[in-house]
Each structure stands twice: as C-alpha cells, then as structure tokens.
C-alpha cells in the first residue's frame, strides 16, 4: 500500500474533515496502537503548516511517556499536572496554549517552539495519554485546530 499526504483544500474546517478522512484511511483495519500513533503523527505533521513537533505520549499508569513522534527528540517522562501534557492529562482537558513562554511549567523540548496545542486521549473514562503539537509559530492554534485534532484523536483512540 502507498500512502501520499494529499493537499488540503477549501476553507479550514473543510481542511480537517479532509485531514480526519486521510486520518481514518490511515488506520483503516489495523489496532496496533505504536503503528497507528506512528502514522497518525506522519500524516498530521506533513498535511498541517507551520508545525516543528507532531506526536503522542502514553500513560503507564504512573506519568506520561513519549510515544511515536515527528520532530526532535522530546522529553522521555512527563509526570501528570506537569507542562503543558501533564496539563492536558490531569485535568482531560485539551491545553491551547498560545504562548508557551506565559504558561507556567511550560517543559521546553524544542526551543523554536512558541505555541503549543495537547488533546488528552481518554476512552471509557480511561487515561491512555495525550496528542501533542507544537509550532514555531506564536498563536498557530486557535478553537478550529482543537476541534479537528480532537476529531483526529477520536480516529486514534476507536482503532484499539
Ligand atoms: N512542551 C510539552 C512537552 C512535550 S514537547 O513539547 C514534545 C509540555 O510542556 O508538556
């Protein structure tokens, strides 16, 4: 099978119900959750602009660890309530973070990052980890980013 990363077209939110149909495409008849994490993060970080870090991190029961990624290499450990993944993980709620330099605790990974978005993985009440995003950009994201990578997420966690 070959996989190319289509341009996206028409207006922002018609981008992402494209990019969530490449992303259930993607994932389409496989569960094995590192392969999906792996292409998921591929796809997003090509098809998006303005992006230096694409990628999960998974919890193992005890603090966040980094999972398949496109970027620099990252932080291995975050403990919950921690930067802004352990944010988004403690309290299941997705962290837009406009400028990671006003945000308390931010844990730089990459110092071109200026912003910064992190949708919690949750199933069934369950913590599975967080999807993570950065831009070089300040402000990159803004409430129509968080509703399609939150869509995004959903595509990741029905595969396992
Ligand atoms: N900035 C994140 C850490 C992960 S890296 O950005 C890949 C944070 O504050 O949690």
């Known amino acids: 099978m070959s ?15 494209e990019l969530v149909a490449q992303s259930e495409a993607l994932v389409a008849g496989e569960t094995d ?11 997003v970080f090509h098809a998006l602009p303005d992006l230096n870090w694409v990628g999960f991190y998974f919890y193992d029961g005890r603090e ?16 919950l309530g921690k930067g ?3 944010t988004a ?6 962290q837009l973070v406009p400028d990671v330099h006003a945000f308390d605790g931010h844990i730089a990974c990459d110092g071109d990052t200026r912003s910064e978005i992190v949708v919690p993985l ?5 913590l599975i980890g967080v999807f993570d995003l ?12 968080q509703y ?4 995004v997420a959903r595509v990741f966690l029905a595969t396992h």
């Open 148 to 151: 399609g990578l939150e869509a």
């Open 33 to 43: 959750r590192v392969a999906n994490a792996a292409n998921l993060a591929a796809l």
């Open 122 to 126: 949750v199933r069934d009440g369950e």
């Open 3 to 17: 996989f190319t990363v289509p341009d996206l077209t028409g207006d922002r939110p018609a981008q992402y119900r």
């Open 134 to 145: 950065d831009s070089p950009r300040p402000d990159r994201f803004d409430a129509i980013d």
């Open 84 to 86: 802004v993944c352990g």
């Open 64 to 79: 966040l660890v980094v999972g398949p990624f496109q970027g620099k290499p990252a932080c291995i450990r975050i403990a």
């Open 89 to 94: 993980a403690d309290s299941r709620k997705t």
